[in-house]
């Protein structure tokens, strides 16, 4: 089929493959940057690590002007910078963390036309001066990143992006591009309102992230299990731990280390220039696990973030998708890792019982912590299962721990009897573990003290053991069956829907339990391969040198490694084994500049290996 491309489309092509040294497109990148280009308003929905930046870095150099992004993310203006000027790209930033001097400089450079691109940080570029300054600047368009900042649910908000409709009124011609990750509905309908970006093209990109592979254990020892989890198939490998509460992330940080892997704390709990220089040193060296609460991680750029663990359950799916999503971003294959029991369903139930939001607020949270339970305890793909949530079907994938060794599920009726009656006998008093010894015929010594051994069912699921039990009691709760009563010693209760079970009414079906497995070593098998050429053992060797001569390089440029070259490249590199600059312009990721600066010393170093 002919294709009739415009000069633009050329040009835009021609700018990814000599700048940026990619060979085509991504999904909807081409049609996006067209759009911008041509002075269009667009709003982007895409995946992390689907290629945002590129939709705005295109129309920025295109256009005439200085491309003005907007991103709440001081702390990493400085790394987009300086991947910008490997590119040979001309950017600064203006924010609170520059000098007067450096930024009097910077301006200077905008209204002179000297810059492609400047990050500007939001309530920087709300002030009169800022204003003032781009009405003097040739602009080429506005890039809001993060766009679900303005969203006042989500749990990004930030009030100074309600204010960038200003943007629209004081610069009507220039066109705005609004970017994030966020996938629902009601923070897509916010954006567009408060941003006025009702006439802007939507781009929905699908959501699926194919390289990573999603695995949810049983929780029997968190901690062990993650240590066992990073060491078969992890070890050597950048990684984020998610733990709920700040106490937790300092204890597992400290034990990783005992252990030998070096992990690092980030909460918000932390005075800022440590957390700070932990972030630094996660994103500059290789290796690093960041164990972290959720505080930690938007806008993490970094490409090779190789697995992220959850040892607590995340609050929805939206937040497990947020969070699992900053693994893999280089598109090679990643893990997303998470243990979790009976306590984490009692525990997540408690807090939204117990905060101090109303009563709609607390449906709505409720509402979607039984969305990532369900999530959880399904029977079906795991990928099918998110996407659908995100509204968007598929097949099963091949790629998560429910396809790669299918769960059974059995009737679970006559168990779930028992565990209801139980719970009456007790007369709705107990906790969880109580209630599994008086099934089991464990005779402790509050259970002679409350002559519960006297009971029609003591023991009469005592060919099952208390991990069993606890699965099947943690479904139930999950599925509504069982109440938990936090006010009343956690106290398990019946609810109107285990009436129906007792009474045989209705039967349910429960996921078979699986003893938590030891991990088996299996680093970087996966069943399906995700670019990482596979590499042979005298290839393997030339990448070892190409990461090292990458550590020396940026270092003396005093960056980030991943921002000389991705893994991905350096791989290619390794199995190419370019002989000239010929050979090499034509590796993914190697454009002109990286060429121009690295090429010469790259070709020499594996002429030693010929
Ligand atoms: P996002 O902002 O959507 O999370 P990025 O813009 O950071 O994603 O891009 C993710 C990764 O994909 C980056 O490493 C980027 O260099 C790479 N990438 C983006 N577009 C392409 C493309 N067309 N071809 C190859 N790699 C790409
Ligand atoms: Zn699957």
Known sequence: ????????????????????????????????????????????????????????????????????????????????????????????FLNSTQSFDEAMRIERMMREGELDMVYIAPERLMTQRCLELLSVTPLALFAIDEAHCVSQWGHDFRP??????????????????????????????????????????????????????????????????????????????????????????????EFLNENGITALPYHAGMEQSER??????????????????????????????????????????????????????????????????????????????????????????????????????????????????FGQSSQPCDNCDTCLSPPSSFDGTVAAQKI???????????????????????????????????????????????????????????LGLVSVDYENYSSLKLTEDSRAVLRGETSIQLRQYKKAEKAVKHKRQSAKDFSEANLSDSEQVIFERLRWWRVETAKAHNTAAFIIFHDTTLREIAKAKPRSLDDLRGVTGVGAKKLESYGEELVKLIAEFL
């Not at 599994?436 to 005592?462: A, C, F, N, P």
């Open 1 to 92: 089929m002919l294709q009739i491309t415009t000069p633009e489309q050329d040009q835009a092509l021609h700018l990814l493959q000599t700048v940026f040294g990619y060979p085509a497109f991504r999904s909807q990148q081409g049609q996006i940057v067209d759009h911008v280009v041509k002075g269009g308003d667009a709003l982007v929905l895409m995946p992390t690590g689907g290629g945002k930046s590129l939709c705005y870095q295109i129309p920025a150099l295109i256009r005439h002007g200085v491309g003005v992004v907007v991103s709440p993310l001081i702390a990493l203006m400085q790394d987009q910078v300086d991947a910008l000027a490997e590119v040979g790209v001309r950017a600064a």
């Open 160 to 253: 100074e992006y309600i204010k960038l409709s200003v943007l629209h009124e004081r610069f009507p011609d220039v066109p705005r591009i609004a970017l994030t990750a966020t996938a629902d509905q009601q923070t897509r309908d916010e954006i567009i309102h408060r941003l006025q970006l009702e006439n802007a093209m939507q781009f929905v990109s699908s959501f699926d992230r194919p390289n990573i592979r999603y695995q949810i254990v049983e929780k029997a020892n968190g901690r062990k299990q993650l240590l066992d989890f990073i060491n078969a198939q992890h070890s050597g490998d950048a990684g984020i731990v998610y733990c709920l509460s700040r106490k937790k992330v300092e204890e597992t940080a």
């Open 276 to 389: 700070y220089r932990n972030q630094a040193r996660f994103l500059r060296e290789d290796g690093i696990v960041m164990t972290a609460t959720i505080a930690f991680g938007m806008g993490i750029d970094k490409p090779d973030v190789r697995f992220v663990a959850h040892l607590d359950l995340p609050k929805s799916i939206e937040g497990y998708y947020q969070e699992t999503g900053r693994a893999g971003r280089d598109g090679a294959s990643a893990n997303a890792w998470m243990a979790y029991g009976l306590q984490d369903v009692v525990q997540q139930r408690r807090m939204i019982d117990e905060s101090e939001a109303n009563e709609t607020f607390k449906r709505v949270q409720g509402v979607k912590l039984d969305a990532m339970l369900g999530l959880c305890e399904t029977l079906n793909c795991r990928r099918v299962h998110i996407l659908d949530y």
């Open 420 to 478: 209801l009656s139980t719970i009456y006998r007790v007369d709705q008093r107990f906790a969880a573990g109580h209630v599994i010894d008086v099934i089991r015929g464990i005779d402790t010594e509050r259970v002679k003290q409350w002559r519960h051994d006297q009971l029609s069912t003591y023991g009469i699921g005592s060919d099952k053991s208390e991990a069993e039990w606890r699965a099947m009691l943690r479904q139930m709760i999950a």
